[in-house]
């Protein structure tokens, strides 16, 4: 159609390059409290904090990504689109808001922009400052059969931990350390099961379903989300019921408290708080979401273990709100999926969190908990490679003995040479309770020197550990005597040369 477009991650992409292009189409997504990716920070903040630039006579368009059981669903987009209007810009199209279900309404957004674009002027530019693709229907979920699970977790520990090894030699599965691995659990038989008590309906009910007609306890099972609450599914629900509380808790004056209010709480507290009388089994099922896929971090590399996968999985269970509570696809890993099953999964690439080429760059690592997954496969990669360069790795969880996870293994590196130093927290081992970060700090002389001979620096785990991870950094940056912005500037150029990587959840 003669347009010319070019992708670029956001991390690169300006306010000098926003004033220069005529056309900005803008796919972000949202992590944590309602906060842009990484790579989207410097320019969300030159928009959102900063002197606003005069966009008057450019056009733009927004696709926010994000996931409706968070209560600031598709902030960052949402600040993107109010920021660049605010600027003079006008848009191309209204900003669109994703679920995780996003492939069949970022399609359509396309397709709407293709024709504006089109119909206005078919020879301007197109930016996309994204880096994330879009499209999944051409990545293929392939089987993999589960051959081993081993609980990594010692006895007593208050945490369940597990590591799975499965079969992908028939399925031909390909991976690089750093990328994930994405599945659809099945939901747990007993919630399902409750569900249909509280519902009053019948089993083999026939819905209608993106996958055709199928009986009603075949879709709660393995094709749709029953737990999370999200905004759409309360809106639906409560148009349903005549609960003014629900009602209530929709306006505009409780959206702060919407998510306070859900938090801790699941689809069937609803039901059985405000149950209705008569709900037919298809009305139900149009107002859930399809059951999302969940991600893990691949815990081994394709050289040292050729045909498998390894995932590393911490089972999530706990109370709230008077009832048990469990994880769907954590729970569906550690018991419910049985030793020579297969599961469909998929590679999830990942190409913001890679090894150096260069096999001589030393590495530092930090990881709490299961987010250690991805160094143990950054290190059985750079054994297989012959890597020379040194590898540092943090790692906290709660005590020493029963959470040291893979401990056999980082000690034998340890002991062999690959790893050339370890630093631990265990957080419970000790009154006084010491993180990552805390460790990080007392290291911050050999932090700094480690970073100036090139080294790369590596996070992964938690959203609110990756905030204390960056603060610690600065301040071992300040502390070898940069001043905070000299800090945050030199965190910046890290970034952009690929030495600060970071894969938080």
């Not at 690439?349 to 160094?375: H, K, Y």
Request: with cysteine.
């Amino acid at each position: 159609m003669g347009v010319q477009a070019i992708v670029q991650d956001m991390l690169t992409y300006g306010r000098a390059k926003l004033r220069r292009d005529h056309v900005v189409l803008v796919i972000v997504s949202t992590h944590g409290d309602g906060e842009p990716p990484d790579s989207a920070r410097v320019l969300h903040a030159a928009l959102t904090k900063g002197q606003i630039p005069d966009l008057r006579g450019k056009r733009f368009a927004v696709l926010a990504l994000g996931d409706a059981s968070y209560p600031r669903f598709c902030q960052a987009g949402k600040d993107f689109d109010t920021a660049l209007a605010a600027a003079g810009a006008t848009r191309l199209l209204p900003r669109t808001d994703c679920d995780v279900d996003y492939e069949e309404i970022a399609t359509h957004w396309m397709e709407q922009i293709i024709g504006a674009l089109a119909t206005n002027n078919a020879t301007q530019t197109a930016m996309f400052p994204a880096p994330t693709p879009l499209a999944k229907s051409d990545h293929i979920s392939l089987p993999a059969n589960l051959v081993e699970r081993v609980k990594l977790s010692g006895h007593g520990s208050s945490r369940e931990v597990w590591h799975l090894e499965l079969d992908t030699d028939e399925s031909d599965l390909h991976y690089t350390p750093g990328d994930s691995i994405s599945l659809v659990p099945g939901n747990a038989p007993q919630i399902v099961e409750e569900l249909l008590d509280r519902l009053e309906l019948d089993h083999l009910a026939s819905v209608q379903t993106q996958h055709g007609e199928i009986p009603l306890v075949e879709a709660l099972t393995s094709r749709y989300e029953i737990t999370r609450i999200t905004r759409p599914f309360l809106e639906c629900y409560a148009q349903l019921s005549e609960a003014k509380v629900l009602h209530s808790m929709l306006s505009e004056e409780s959206a702060n408290d919407f998510g306070e209010w859900t938090y801790g709480r699941e689809i069937i507290d609803i039901i059985g708080q405000y149950p209705i009388k008569g709900l037919c089994a298809q009305s139900f099922i149009d107002c859930l979401r399809p059951l999302p896929a969940r991600r893990y971090s691949i815990a081994s590399s394709i050289m040292s273990s050729p045909g498998e996968v390894h995932l590393t999985v911490a089972a999530v269970r706990y109370s709230s709100h008077g009832r048990e509570r469990i994880g769907v696809a954590s729970t569906f890993l550690a018991e419910r999926l049985a030793v020579g099953r297969s599961i469909p999964m998929r590679v999830e690439v990942n190409t913001e969190f890679r090894l150096p080429e260069n096999l001589g760059q030393p590495l530092i690592m930090v990881a709490a908990g299961t987010g250690v997954a991805p160094f143990r496969a950054f290190l059985q990669e750079r054994e297989a490679l012959g890597a020379t360069g040194r590898n540092w790795l943090i790692f906290g969880d709660r005590h020493l003995s029963t959470d040291f996870l893979y401990q056999r293994e980082w000690l034998r590196w340890l002991k062999d040479g690959r790893l050339t130093r370890l630093d631990v927290a265990f957080s419970r081992d000790q009154e006084h309770k010491v993180y990552v970060q805390d460790r990080l700090r007392e290291r911050a002389a050999d932090i700094y020197a480690w970073l100036e001979e090139g080294a790369a620096f590596y996070v992964c785990g938690a959203e609110a550990m990756g905030r204390a991870i960056q603060q610690a950094l600065i301040d071992a940056l300040r502390s070898a005597g940069r001043t905070q912005e000299q800090a945050e500037k030199y965190i910046l150029t890290l970034k952009q040369e690929g030495r600060y990587q970071r894969d938080v959840y």
